[in-house]
């Protein structure tokens, strides 16, 4: 299982305690992955991965 940090920058967290247009980093060792957060909340991650521009939404 491959263990990545994580760092969220530049983001909004807003009074329903979502977090919005801020920049997701994941790493691990030589290895970065770079997506901009469309939106994070208690049930829903909406992510734009940088380097293709394709969306990703996850839900719980």
């Not at 983001?11 to 790493?27: C, P």
């Amino acid at each position: 299982m491959n263990s990545y940090n994580y760092n969220i920058s530049s983001a909004y967290f807003n009074e329903e305690k979502t977090i919005t247009n801020g920049r997701l980093t994941l790493s691990n060792l030589d290895d970065t992955m770079q997506y901009g957060i469309y939106k994070i909340s208690d049930d829903t991650i909406s992510l734009i991965y940088l380097s293709r521009g394709n969306f990703l939404t996850y839900y719980k």
